[in-house]
């Protein structure tokens, strides 16, 4: 039986273990609290400059193309061309018709070049969606003082910007050059790096003795997935763009572009880029290795079943959600890198669309970057509206992973 002091000190300690406990629920709501803070502060501060009032200038104002009493936005496509050739350099004309026939393209089209080579809009002031609601007076007074400048309200982020090339005008720049690199370095990204980071792991979680050699190899692959980025890029350098060139540029199999003779294409990048993420998906696949019970695998030996055999029919199909959710996720961040992409030759202005592992390449974050370091305010509008499409598209990624992890789960358990 417990005397009274025992019983002062238990109520004691069981009160300062509850105080301790309040304070760690406390210290981890203000962790979370803290967190979505500063992502909401992110997330509008990059709404905030992708949209907002801008003050357009017409070199040639576009009352005096009306034709027979017909506005510029009401003309059809034969008077578009007519009024292309009348302004418009014949040099000028030949190389439109040279791309494609000025007769088979869409009115809108003709539309957009009528006012990019002859109207010639440019946008000579923008402000953030935050100053159109703060500084309204100061904006209203700009355009009582510059009644020459049209007012329009600007989403920077729309249709036409996910499908332009990139362009020297932020007014008719886009991010279709850059998505399509993002797209084929993240595809080559995966084929070199999933098979080769699943069959790394089944082999030292499976097969491998459980020696020295195995503990090194296995902290090593651990420090790897620290290495800074850049460190790869380095390597990527040496290895992809130099000592394989032949290879990485093409020349090997008679596609090199003589342009991107040296090697540094989309596939230099995208092999980097598995160097990357090969430790992650190491580790992901040992760790949904391991979280299998030893059970599964002794019921499949004790049927008679060879160690491939349990692997392939049991092992991994019961992992799989796992595995793929794991390398998603490290696309996703193998997606957003930039410093490996400058070092390896990422260029930071190309308008034409890749046409395969050896072209040159450029991706959205390398996009956003260089927007960004431009000292012009129109440049920062459209970064921040690619960080949106850079947005999206993670999300978009994760999305999938949780797809095919609830997917596979399902199956599994049915």
């Not at 100061?138 to 982020?157: G, T, V």
Request: hydrophobic fraction near 45%; aromatic fraction near 8%; charge should be neutral.
């Amino acid at each position: 039986m417990k005397t009274d002091p025992d019983l002062y000190s238990s109520d004691l300690h069981t009160i300062k273990r509850k105080k301790i406990n309040d304070i760690v629920r406390i210290v981890l709501f203000a962790s979370t609290t803290l967190s979505v803070i500063i992502l909401c502060i992110l997330i509008m501060n990059i709404l905030n400059n992708a949209f907002g009032p801008v003050a357009v200038e017409n070199t040639v104002d576009p009352a005096s193309l009306t034709q027979e009493g017909v506005t510029l936005e009401e003309l059809n496509a034969d008077q578009l061309i007519s009024l292309l050739e009348e302004h418009l350099s014949t040099g000028l004309i030949r190389r439109y018709n040279s791309e494609k026939p000025l007769s088979e393209r869409s009115r809108g089209d003709l539309l957009d070049l009528v006012n990019e080579r002859i109207v010639k809009s440019a946008v000579v002031q923008s402000w953030s969606l935050g100053d159109a609601i703060l500084r309204g007076d100061e904006i209203d007074a700009y355009f009582l003082d510059n009644p020459e400048k049209e007012r329009q309200f600007r989403s920077w982020i729309h249709p036409k910007f996910l499908i332009s090339p990139q362009s020297s005008v932020p007014e008719m720049a886009g991010v279709r050059t850059a998505i399509l690199g993002s797209l084929w370095i993240i595809l080559i990204t995966f084929l070199f790096s999933f098979p080769i980071g699943i069959g790394a792991a089944i082999y030292l979680e499976e097969y491998a003795r459980k020696n020295r050699l195995q503990r090194i190899i296995q902290t090593n692959i651990y420090n790897l997935a620290g290495v800074p980025s850049i460190i790869y890029g380095l390597l990527g350098l040496a290895v992809f763009v130099r000592v394989l060139v032949p290879i990485t540029s093409g020349a090997a199999f008679g596609a090199a572009d003589p342009s991107t003779a040296n090697g540094r294409t989309i596939l230099s990048a995208g092999l980097t880029l598995g160097l990357l993420i090969l430790p992650i998906i190491i580790i992901n696949t040992q760790e949904s290795l391991r979280a299998l019970p030893d059970s599964l695998r002794h019921s499949s030996f004790g049927l008679g079943a060879t160690k491939w055999q349990t692997v392939w029919h049991h092992l991994l199909p019961n992992s799989f959600e796992r595995i793929l959710t794991g390398t998603i996720i490290a696309l996703s961040r193998a997606i957003g890198e930039t410093a490996p992409l400058v070092v390896v030759g990422a260029s930071t202005f190309v308008s034409l669309d890749p046409s395969g592992p050896f072209s040159k390449f450029t991706t959205l974050p390398i996009q956003i970057y260089q927007w960004s370091a431009r000292p012009q305010g129109e440049f920062r509008n459209i970064a921040a509206a690619a960080i949106i499409v850079l947005l999206v598209l993670l999300l978009s990624m994760n999305s999938f992973a949780i797809y095919l992890r609830n997917h596979y789960s399902k199956k599994r358990i049915l």
